[in-house]
Every structure is written in structure tokens, then in C-alpha cells.
């Protein structure tokens, strides 16, 4: 059984930094891709950045290039998001997922498993 885990959301002033992160349990993380999503309150579930298998490939959504940064490491099985020079649109749910499939080289879909998500409250 598949299992994210993401952890480090909080409160945090605009213009300030938090890193969260995503464990992930129940199969060889090492070969999947990771994304990060993001849902504001009465908006749809947004793409943020995703990760390839070995950490060669990132894609970022516009809104966050350039401020947020997606890692991994495979020894620990966790993915995080660097999130620095934070503004209260960044506002958000935020959400780690994985897809079905090994190898992935769409990292914009087929994102099957998710986490259970951690709030990011960015006050100006």
C-alpha cells in the first residue's frame, strides 16, 4: 500500500522561506516520479513542480520559478519543496503525489497517489 506523508506547512510571513517535505512508503520510491500540487481555498488542485525518477529533470509551474525549489533524496524516500520568497498566493494546501507508473517522463500527469496534504498560510 502506497503511503505520502508530507509535513512542514505552517504560518509563515511574505517574503520568508519554508521547506516542506513528502515521505513516501510501500514501494521503491527511487523510480518514480514526485510533483507537489497545491489547492487554494474554492480553486481547483494546481500543478507546482515535479521531479523526474533521478532527480535529473525539474519542471516548475510559472507562478513559482525561480522561488521554489523540488529535491529528492532516494536513500531517505522523502521529496521536498524549497519554498522561499513566499506571497500570500502561495496560500495553499499543498500536496505530494506520485504516479503509477515507474520511469515516468510525463511529470505533469498521471499522478495516481497522493498525499493527505499540509497547509501553507503566508500572511502579509
Known amino acids: 500500500q502506497v503511503q505520502l506523508v508530507e509535513s512542514g506547512g505552517g504560518l509563515v510571513q511574505a517574503g520568508g522561506s519554508l521547506k516542506l517535505s513528502c515521505a513516501v512508503s510501500?514501494?521503491?520510491?527511487?523510480?518514480?516520479?514526485m510533483a507537489w500540487f497545491r489547492q487554494a481555498p474554492g480553486k481547483g488542485r494546481d500543478f507546482v513542480a515535479a521531479?523526474?525518477?533521478?532527480?535529473?529533470?525539474?519542471i516548475y509551474d510559472d507562478p513559482v520559478k525561480g522561488r521554489f525549489t523540488i529535491s529528492r533524496d532516494n536513500a531517505k524516500e522523502t521529496v521536498y519543496l524549497q519554498m522561499n520568497g513566499v506571497t500570500p498566493e502561495d496560500s495553499a494546501v499543498y500536496y505530494c503525489?506520485?504516479?503509477?507508473?515507474?520511469?515516468?517522463?510525463?511529470?505533469?500527469?498521471?499522478?495516481?497517489?497522493w498525499g493527505q496534504g499540509t497547509q501553507v498560510t503566508v500572511t502579509s
Open positions: 510501500g514501494r521503491t520510491f527511487s523510480v518514480y516520479a
Open positions: 503525489a506520485t504516479p503509477s507508473r515507474p520511469w515516468s517522463v510525463d511529470l505533469k500527469n498521471g499522478y495516481e497517489y
Open positions: 521531479i523526474d525518477w533521478n532527480g535529473e529533470t525539474t
